[in-house]
T-cell receptor, first 112, second 111 residues
Framework: IAGITQAPTSQILAAGRRMTLRCTQDMRHNAMYWYRQDLGLGLRLIHYSNTAGTTGKGEVPDGYSVSRANTDDFPLTLASAVPSQTSVYFC???????????FGSGTRLTVV | GQNIDQPTEMTATEGAIVQINCTYQ??????LFWYQQHAGEAPTFLSYNVLDGLEEKGRFSSFLSRSKGYSYLLLKELQMKDSASYLC????????????FGKGTTLSVSS
């Protein structure tokens, strides 16, 4: 692994189903983030974690939950998916925030 | 609330210079970032400004005026591969080091 790995790359999900998007980094970055990107709306922060064991809500947290049990992993869970959660999801990490963020390659999720 | 504005689209020709503007209103300011995103790919880091002034990195330069809540990204000697979306983002501190992004400027470079 080099950088940030997201899985799956893409997924079609039935509405009402539970889904966990995985994110793993091997850079030992303290902070990790989940964004969703929608046409015309740009990147919007869902949840963040400044260090292992802590999480916080971003701009659009409703319908999503996260956990940060260790430094490397930051999964995003949709408890009961709805069509409005159709989006491209990006996980990112940073060390101090001063030198830019590293983004994963994204997960394209379609809820039908 | 937090707000970042940048033009939706811009066009330019190969070899030209283009300036992409960004204005922001945020509760606090830790720094301003520019990212490049090609279609279907993840954003990649271009530049970071925390103090007023110009930061130059090869063909790309970024300027910041904190008092005016204003930044621009200057791209020189444009190439076709510069066709992409350019994202302005601000770190404002309430969510740790998380960034709030503008909606992006799609730049189309033609020959």
């Amino acid at each position: 692994i080099a950088g940030i790995t997201q899985a799956p790359t893409s997924q079609i999900l039935a509405a009402g189903r539970r889904m966990t998007l995985r994110c793993t980094q091997d850079m030992r970055h303290n902070a990790m983030y989940w964004y969703r990107q929608d046409l015309g709306l740009g990147l919007r922060l869902i949840h963040y974690s400044n260090t292992a064991g802590t999480t916080g809500k971003g701009e659009v947290p409703d319908g999503y939950s996260v956990s940060r049990a260790n430094t490397d992993d930051f999964p995003l869970t949709l408890a009961s998916a709805v069509p409005s959660q159709t989006s491209v999801y990006f996980c990112a990490s940073s060390d101090s925030g001063l030198y830019g963020y590293t983004f994963g390659s994204g997960t394209r999720l379609t809820v039908v | 609330g937090q707000n970042i504005d940048q033009p939706t689209e811009m066009t330019a020709t190969e070899g030209a210079i283009v300036q992409i503007n960004c204005t922001y209103q945020t509760s606090g300011f830790n720094g301003l970032f520019w990212y490049q995103q090609h279609a279907g790919e993840a954003p990649t880091f271009l530049s970071y400004n925390v103090l007023d002034g110009l930061e130059e990195k090869g063909r790309f330069s970024s300027f910041l005026s904190r008092s005016k809540g204003y930044s621009y990204l200057l791209l020189k000697e444009l190439q076709m591969k510069d066709s992409a979306s350019y994202l302005c983002a601000v770190s404002y501190g309430q969510a740790g080091t998380a960034l709030i992004f503008g909606k992006g400027t799609t730049l189309s470079v033609s020959s």
